[in-house]
């Protein structure tokens, strides 16, 4: 048995019942086979098997009242997952599916995304099983202080910064610096990113991920010869990630044909109104249903999941994890699809991948396409560590200049280690990289 599918089946092993990160243990090493043959020092030192254990999983009680005078009691969790290239970084997810195997996979995969945007970031995960639907604002807000009252403790400019994630948007993050501003009696921009402009965060953060979604895509298309222009589009999701997607794809001429909640899809013939469904989404925080209130040319299906079977050129999955498995794949590549590019989180299962990659569809895989996000994090960091704000121009210009890189270095990633035309083994191995040689460098830790 190879070193790679030793250090595999020893990490499935030794952490029964967490099936999400052992697809995501799953779908980086086994692309990592030819840089462990070029660079022996790897295995010598152990690196794949400290880089499967994170540095800590930190998991905590989050006690909160609610409007009826009830105590109720959520879980919180922080995953230090590595600090090799800079200060533990990845997002807060708010979800009742939260648990240690989710976040795992998401602070394992984010190690490597940082790595790609190049900038001194490590990777970590955390969040709560707390269910955000349905709560008040006074709720929500209490909710959010008591989880920061444990937080506070693991998190620091030069230590840990957490952002948002599903359930977490720059209201969220508003009360947990407020929350953390206070317990530090000082103004500890640098702690947290996605935070408000009033309160140091930075132009296009909120933008960010759905936007250099496209820039990727878009990269990606003209490299392969295709104009994104007059393509048509389907969008899962309709959170912060799949609106900006839209806006920005609608900004470049693709026609946004559909979009989703957990709830069903609504398909808008002419194109998806992009402000109607900031309103509904933003600002009225109300289910997807309502979109044909407004436009009544639309239709809706309370299946979220057969979202996928509408014909379109682009794919882009931006809601959760595996929400495409083989029969959804099976259909797009039936369908015509051209291209998939993932905003969210490994959103497509191992199979579904293969599937995409063996019937040639131009494939653009989450760690690399949805890096955006954290990239523009990374910009706030540098903008909260020099006190100062760039215009929106000037993040906005980094941001799709970080994409386009980040596209580049995978696409020669893949074909320097003999797998050509596989962006998900490129990024993979790319962001592999820049980690492992900082871990060489630093000793065994
Ligand atoms: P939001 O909470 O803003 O939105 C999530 C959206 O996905 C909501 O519309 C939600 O619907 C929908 N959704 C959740 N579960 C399902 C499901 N099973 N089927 C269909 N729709 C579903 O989260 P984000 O937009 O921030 O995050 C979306 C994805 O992007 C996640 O995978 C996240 O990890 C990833 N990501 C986010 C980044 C960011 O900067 N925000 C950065 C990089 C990745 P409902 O309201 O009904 O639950």
Not at 172 to 196: D, H, N, S, V
Not at 271 to 288: A, Q
Not at 313 to 337: M, R, S
């Amino acid at each position: 048995m190879s070193y790679v599918r030793d250090v595999i089946e020893k990490t499935i092993k030794s952490t029964p019942r967490e099936p999400e990160f052992h697809q995501a243990v799953e779908e980086v090493l086994s692309c990592l086979e030819p840089v462990m043959d070029e660079k022996p020092e790897y295995q010598e030192a152990a690196i794949l098997e400290r880089i499967v254990e994170p540095d800590r999983s930190i998991i905590f009680r989050v006690p909160w009242e609610d409007d009826h005078g009830n105590i109720q009691i959520n879980r919180g969790f922080r995953v230090q997952y590595n600090s090799a290239l800079g200060p533990y970084k990845g997002g807060l997810r708010f979800h009742p599916s939260v648990n240690l195997s989710i976040l795992k996979f998401l602070g394992f995969e984010q190690i490597f995304k940082n790595s790609l945007t190049t900038l001194p970031m490590g990777g970590a995960k955390g969040g709560s099983d707390f269910d955000p639907k349905g709560k008040s604002e006074k709720e929500i807000m209490r909710f959010c202080q008591s989880f920061t009252n444990e937080l506070a403790y693991l998190i620091g400019a030069d230590l840990d910064v957490p952002a948002g994630d599903i359930g977490v948007g720059t209201r969220e993050i508003g009360y947990m610096f407020g929350q953390y501003k206070k317990i530090k009696r000082g103004y500890p921009a640098g702690a947290l990113t996605g935070k408000g402009i009033t309160s140091g965060g930075s132009l296009v953060r909120t933008q960010a991920t759905g936007y250099g979604l496209i820039y990727f895509l878009d990269e990606m298309l003209k490299d392969h010869g295709i104009n994104i222009k007059g393509k048509t589009a389907v969008i899962s999701g309709s959170g912060n990630v799949a609106i900006y997607a839209c806006e920005k794809a609608q900004q470049l001429g693709a026609k946004v044909l559909a979009m989703s909640d957990s709830g069903g899809y609504v398909y808008a013939p002419d194109g998806i109104n992009i402000e109607i469904m900031k309103k509904i989404k933003e600002v009225d925080r109300e289910r997807i249903e309502e979109y044909l209130k407004y436009d009544p040319s639309a239709h809706y299906c309370d299946n979220c999941k057969d979202i996928w079977t509408i014909k379109c050129d682009l794919a882009l999955p931006c809601a959760t994890q595996n929400e495409i498995t083989e029969a959804e794949a099976a259909k797009l590549i039936e369908n015509g699809v051209l291209c998939v590019a993932e905003g969210a989180n490994m959103p497509s299962s191992g199979k579904a991948v293969k599937l995409f990659l063996e019937n040639r569809v131009i494939f653009g895989p989450a760690k690399a396409a949805n890096a955006g996000g954290v990239a523009t994090s990374g910009l706030e960091m540098s903008q909260n560590s020099m006190r100062l704000a760039w215009s929106f121009e000037e993040v906005d210009k980094r941001l799709n200049q970080i994409m386009v890189q980040i596209y580049h270095n995978a696409k020669n990633a893949a074909l320097k280690y003999g797998y050509e035309g596989n962006l998900l083994a490129g990024a993979n191995i790319a962001g592999f990289i820049r980690v492992a040689d900082a871990m060489l460098a630093q000793g065994v830790l």
